[in-house]
């Protein structure tokens, strides 16, 4: 949950106490109970003009999972409710988007938080603004878990491919893949183009602080361009 300690907004959270979020931009968020996913409170952003931006940032050690629902009513593709970690874009919502749940992972150590409205340079449709509730941070406690899935691939065309993986990996290995293909060893991401046709079985092995998980993850079948 969001709400006030003393004059100032927190995260009632799982990891510390309260974590102290720190407003920037043109406009802080602020606290406010008109409209809530939880029913008590939300954090609305604040009234900005154009190209300007409304944000909230604050501090998550990890390992840890963070979750939280968000909502936007905005000049759909032009504004938007944005979560960037670290300096990474992890999402979006644009338009009119009702209560959706986000839950994204980080590995060790300290990580930077920015959950923002943002603004284009004309035009405000529907409220014009984001709201963010029920956000919490809940330190992982047990090794990585990788979906298990079918990717599909053309013959010479590049591919890119997250894994979706919870409890905040920090490393990533891969059995399997066919030649020309990579997986980031950090990110998960598998990139690059193979020649090769066929269907590919690809073991992935996952680590955290709490362990390293091996699973027979991808079938990647290739496929020829007609």
């Known amino acids: 949950s969001l709400g006030l300690v003393g004059s100032e907004m927190c995260i009632r959270d799982r990891q510390t106490a309260d974590t102290k979020i720190v407003p920037f931009g043109f406009g802080d968020f602020f606290s406010q109970t008109a409209i809530t996913h939880d029913g008590i409170d939300a954090a609305q952003s604040g009234d900005v003009n154009d190209e300007e931006h409304s944000g909230m940032e604050f501090t998550v050690t990890g390992p840890a999972a963070l979750s939280f629902q968000w909502k936007v009513s905005s000049e759909k593709n032009y504004d938007y409710l944005v979560l960037v970690v670290d300096g990474y874009l992890k999402g979006y919502i644009s338009g009119e988007v009702d209560w959706t749940e986000v839950t994204t992972y980080v590995g060790p150590g300290d990580h930077n938080v920015d959950i923002y409205y943002l603004k284009d340079r004309a035009e405000s449709k529907g409220q014009d603004t984001g709201w963010v509730d029920e956000l919490v941070i809940t330190p992982t406690t047990t090794p990585p ?5 079918t990717v599909y691939a053309y013959q010479n065309v590049y591919l ?12 990533y290995t891969a059995v399997g893949l066919p030649s020309g293909l990579t997986l980031h060893p ?24 709490l362990g390293t998980v091996s699973y027979t993850h991808l079938t990647l079948p290739t496929k020829r361009i007609v």
């Open 160 to 171: 890119r491919h997250s894994l979706e993986a919870t409890n905040a990996p920090s490393s």
């Open 186 to 209: 950090e990110t998960g991401l598998i990139y690059g183009s193979t020649n090769l046709l066929g269907t590919f079985t690809v073991t992935v092995t996952a680590t955290n602080t």
């Open 145 to 149: 878990v990788v979906k298990v899935e």
